[in-house]
């Protein structure tokens, strides 16, 4: 039985086959999805590992997997993108970079078929809410893992963020923070040249 | 003495009696054995030395993943059923486990001697135990370290009639923080980092920290007989240039359930038996949500107390799966989990998170007796296949509805199941839901926290890979220390039971050391 799981295979679920059959198609579509655009949705931001779209398109869906409570930061504040992108640093060459990769090309690509536009990063708010909803419950399993595979990462990311605890009601740590060099915090990423990153 | 990258200016050569892989529950307690016997030892650990007494250990889940998870908390099953919890630092997943401390169940134990394990019997394994659990200060915990998480389970298996019982904890001074997954901050729980490994470093070994094993050596005639190994730069988790080769005696392989294999593997040993990397098991851990009506602020104090044990074993009637097969505890998650492992999105997602202090957990540890394997890609990259199957499906939707069952009875009103649809169990009579709804393939995440068997122990060479002394059937000079050689999974926590299979390890060793 083992290494038959082939329904599902990988991080996210995004086979190989689906991928490079989205990727092909998504290539029709990126004439309106220019450098340019996703350049400007990430500010001055540098990526680590993803590239500038990539980082645009994470930072698209966290700004609407996290509903920002009062006080709260927002998911760009909360720099949760540019966070992903620096942990990947620490898996490169693994599969959980290129399936990141991949379920972040599917998603941007895929509302096409849902007749909702061509691109996840230009739908208004309500129409990304509603295609992640179908994400979620589609029965292709590359879809639903795609979707939540990223929003695992998004969410824990946006969480361990200090400044997200009082509005949940968490008490943290009960000890001082220390910084480490290999570690993941905000103190961990490069500054931002220019611009303050939106969104990402 | 304990050298960390930094310290490294240039290579090393070093030669010893044994060279232990690992320092985890395996590791440090060969270790120590072998150390306090008077045997030259060095410890190679691939993770850093991280202490409470530098602050190191600072509770924040994004930092201590990166400090002393085996992939920075985010390695799973390749598909993406199983999130792989282990240990990458000094202590190994010691540093991170949850200190409930169980002997082998006499059952179990029957079922390893009938696989063969000659030198394991509980009359052996008693006595080893009783030091342990001296040593580690194994006791059931008192009714103030009960948080209100595991007050509502007691109450709710009384209310069901189920029996309740003490989890035995290794602790010391424990100051309820919570934050165990994260590692101790308070040198309170007893971790391989602050018993076995101060122990052997006093009675005289070596360890370096940040110390990847390339390969484990052999001479002309196939023995074990040293290692290769990089050092590890901690800021970048890549090699520094630094190099370091050992010459010993004996090899011990002591990398954990998840790793063992696959050093193994990497260092292309022999397996003409086909059984190496295979049999993994792993405990899944299916857990539940509720909404209660009251505070249950399930992050603080001890994670499991308490816990019902008699499901632990499965019953079957005619052949047929009756019910069991898996503990069932009460479930201690900070808040970033609990955020990353609820169901949906958005604003429905924010509602749960509103109302967090309310949000208590229970899990399960399946017995699982379906492996899965782990092999290496072409390009060199560990891959772990492991998929729910057969009777082990069964075991965890009967674990999920008890779990279920018991959180209605504590007064819940509402379950939570962490899948991708976002099951909701709004009222008891729901419950056999949890027959139907999709749990294989990544639609609920499973936590897979205690790997054992891909290397597994047994008398014959054609069907396992290590032999009752800890000696590789294939390859002399070489033991193996730690989960990868049970048979199958002990069916409680494992790591008293690895402990204690590293005395025997300790033994032979020091058997044929003279």
Known sequence: MIGNGVSRRGFLGAGAVGTTALVTAGSWFWWDGGDATYRAMIGGAVPAVLNVKELAILGALAETVIAVAPGAPTAGEAETARRIDRELVFHKGSKLVSDVKASLIMLEHLPALDFLGTRFTALDAADKTHFLRNCETSSWSARVQAFTGLKFLILFFYYADSRTWRSVGYGGPQVAGKFFEGGNTIANLPPVAGAQARGA | ?514
């Open chain 2, 1 to 514: 003495m304990i050298v960390e990258f930094h310290q490294i200016t240039h290579d090393l050569n070093e030669e010893t009696d044994v060279v232990i892989v690992g320092s985890g529950c395996g590791g440090a307690t060969v270790a120590q054995e072998l150390a306090r016997a008077g045997k030259r030892v060095i410890v190679l650990e691939r993770g850093g030395y991280f202490t409470a007494a530098r602050g190191d250990l600072d509770q924040r889940s994004d930092n201590m993943l990166a400090r002393i998870d085996g992939a920075r908390g985010l390695g799973t099953s390749r598909n993406t059923e199983i999130a792989m919890m282990y240990g990458n630092c000094v202590g190994g997943a010691s540093v991170h486990y949850w200190a409930d401390s169980w002997r082998l169940p006499k059952d179990r134990n029957d079922l390893y001697i009938r696989a063969g394990l000659s030198g394991h019997e509980p009359e052996v394994l008693e006595p080893i135990f009783e030091q342990l659990e001296k040593d580690l200060n194994v006791h059931v915990a008192e009714p103030e370290y009960f948080n209100r998480m595991n007050q509502l389970f007691d109450l709710g298996a009384k209310k069901l009639g189920w029996r309740t019982e003490g989890v035995r904890q290794a602790r010391r001074g424990c100051v309820k923080s919570g934050h165990c997954y994260q590692g101790c901050a308070y040198d309170a729980k007893q971790s391989q980092l602050v018993t076995h490994i101060p122990a052997a470093l006093q009675a005289g070994a070596k360890l370096f920290a940040d110390c990847h094993v390339d390969q484990i050596t052999r001479d002309g005639k196939g023995k074990a007989n040293g290692v290769a190994a990089s050092f590890i730069d901690r800021a970048t988790g890549k090699p520094n240039g630094r190099k370091l080769a050992v010459k010993a005696r004996f090899v011990v392989l002591a990398a954990g359930g998840y790793s063992s294999a696959v050093v193994w593997l990497k260092s292309g040993l022999p397996n003409a038996s086909g059984q190496v990397g295979r049999n993994l098991f792993l405990n899944p851990c299916p857990y539940l949500y509720a909404l209660y009506n009251e505070p249950v602020v399930m992050w603080v104090n001890i994670p499991s107390a308490t816990g019902v044990m008699d499901f632990r074993l499965a019953r079957y009637d005619d052949g047929r799966y009756v019910e069991g097969g898996y503990l069932l505890h009460p479930n201690q998650l900070q808040a970033e989990f609990v955020a990353a492992t609820l169901p949906g999105f958005g604003r429905e997602h924010r509602t749960l998170m509103d109302q967090l202090p309310n949000i208590g957990s229970t899990v399960s540890w399946i017995d699982d007796e379906n492996p899965g394997g782990i092999s290496l890609s072409s390009e060199g990259c560990p891959l772990y296949d492991y998929r729910l199957r057969g009777v082990d499906i069964l075991k965890t939707r009967d674990a999920m509805k008890k779990q279920a069952m018991l959180l209605f009875a504590s007064g819940a009103r509402e379950v939570i199941v962490p899948d991708t649809v976002g099951t909701r169990l709004r009222d008891p009579s729901e419950i056999p839901l949890l027959d139907k709804i999709d749990i294989a393939d990544g639609a609920i995440l499973f936590g897979g926290p205690h790997p054992a068997g891909a290397l597994r122990m047994g008398k014959d060479p054609q069907t396992s890979v290590v032999a009752p002394s800890h000696e590789a059937h294939e390859v002399p000079n070489l033991f193996v220390a730690d989960p990868s050689v049970f048979p199958r999974p002990p069916s409680v926590d494992p790591s008293l039971t690895i402990m204690a299979f590293s005395v025997i390890a300790s033994r032979s060793l020091l058997q044929r050391l003279g």
